[in-house]
Every structure is written in structure tokens, then in C-alpha cells.
């Protein structure tokens, strides 16, 4: 899951961290209870996909607590493959289809799914649950490549140093302190608004 793991270390959009136990577990548990690891899996891309539709929709992440892994999923993959110039709608079903294979997989054999009292003998073997967690990081990978892309832009404090120079200048503080730094760190949505303002501005002069 190396590349799941890179591409979740990356982004610095969402908070992802909570995904690391997950991806340890999959890896961790590959040869001794594949079972655990797809179950695992489908969790992952559970997750995901919720992600997808509450940073895109606004969806509360609680709407979604009694919705089936299929359909989550290919609602997420089909806002996720906006502004790309295409939507296929037919990968998004064929893709949905595999999800939900990995779903049934987890409500038939998985060992903690449902509360069973007891762990049972194993159904799926390495190898298998090789293949499902390679479709999992590629799956994951690439949704959350493209939520990156999609979602409104990050702003960084580093990125704007000719606005921060003239928030300085136009406003002096004592102690070395920079009212851009402060402004930023204390009201980031302030900052962000007059960043915004700046840049119109700056837009207009050069016309």
C-alpha cells in the first residue's frame, strides 16, 4: 500500500492520518488472516468515497450511515471524474460492480464484520487478498489524487509573499511581529478574503 500511503502523506487538504491504521492493518495481516485485510480494504474505500461526497456536495458524513458501498462509491467516482472533460458513465458501473464484490466479500467472510461471536476458519488466502488490496491502492490512489485536484485550492502563507509584504507595510507591528503571519495563523478566512481582494486588484492595475 506504499502508494496509497505516499499519496495520503502528500496531500495536505484533509487530515488522512486516521487511514495509516487501516493500511497497517491490510499489510499487517495479508498472510496471517487475508480476511481481515479485505475487510479492511473495503473500509478504506468506504471512507473515501464519503470524503469524496462531503467535500464536493456538502454532504454530512452521517447521511450516509445506512447507504450500501456500491452506490456511495459510484456517486463519488462519478463527481470525481468532473472537470476532466469526460464522465464514464460505464467505467463508473463496471468499477461499482468490483466494489461491490469487495463489499460482499467483507459481509460473507469478513471476521469481525456483523459481531460474530467467534472467528472461523479462513476463505480467501494470501494471494487473494494480494489482488484485492492492489485494486484498493489504485482505487484510493487515484480518487484521492483527483479530490485534490478538484477541490478548492489550499492556500499557503509561503505562496503569497508579495501580499503579505504589503499587509506588512500597511500595517506595522512592534517586536518584529508580521501582521500578514498573524492575520494568517489567528484568521485564516480574513486572510484568505483579502488575499482575494489583493488579487483583484492587482488584476485591474495590469488592464
Not at 34 to 57: N, T, Y
Request: charged content about 30%.
Amino acid at each position: 500500500m506504499e502508494k496509497l500511503k505516499r499519496e495520503i502523506h502528500r496531500t495536505k487538504r484533509h487530515n488522512l492520518d486516521y487511514y495509516q491504521s487501516h493500511l497497517d492493518l491490510i499489510e499487517n495481516y495479508i498472510e496471517e488472516k487475508p480476511d481481515i485485510s479485505i475487510e479492511s480494504c473495503k473500509a478504506v474505500i468506504e471512507g473515501i468515497s464519503k470524503l469524496a461526497l462531503h467535500i464536493l456536495l456538502q454532504e454530512p458524513l452521517e447521511t450516509h450511515k445506512d447507504e450500501k458501498l456500491q452506490p456511495i462509491f459510484k456517486r463519488a467516482l462519478v463527481e470525481l471524474q468532473k472537470g476532466r472533460g469526460f464522465s464514464d458513465a460505464d467505467l463508473c458501473n463496471r468499477l461499482g460492480n468490483v466494489v461491490q464484490y469487495i463489499g460482499q466479500l467483507r459481509n460473507d467472510h469478513g471476521d469481525i464484520s456483523h459481531g460474530r461471536a467467534s472467528l472461523k476458519e479462513q476463505v480467501n488466502d494470501a494471494d487473494f487478498a494480494e489482488l484485492i488490496t492492489g485494486i484498493t491502492e489504485n482505487l484510493g490512489t487515484y480518487m484521492l489524487k483527483r479530490l485534490d485536484y478538484l477541490a478548492e485550492p489550499i492556500t499557503e502563507y509561503d505562496d503569497n509573499t508579495d501580499f503579505n509584504t504589503y499587509l506588512d507595510e500597511l500595517n506595522p507591528m512592534p517586536d518584529n511581529v508580521l501582521y500578514s503571519k498573524a492575520l494568517f495563523e489567528q484568521w485564516p478566512i480574513t486572510y484568505d478574503e483579502q488575499l482575494g481582494d489583493y488579487k483583484l486588484q492587482f488584476e485591474a492595475d495590469e488592464e
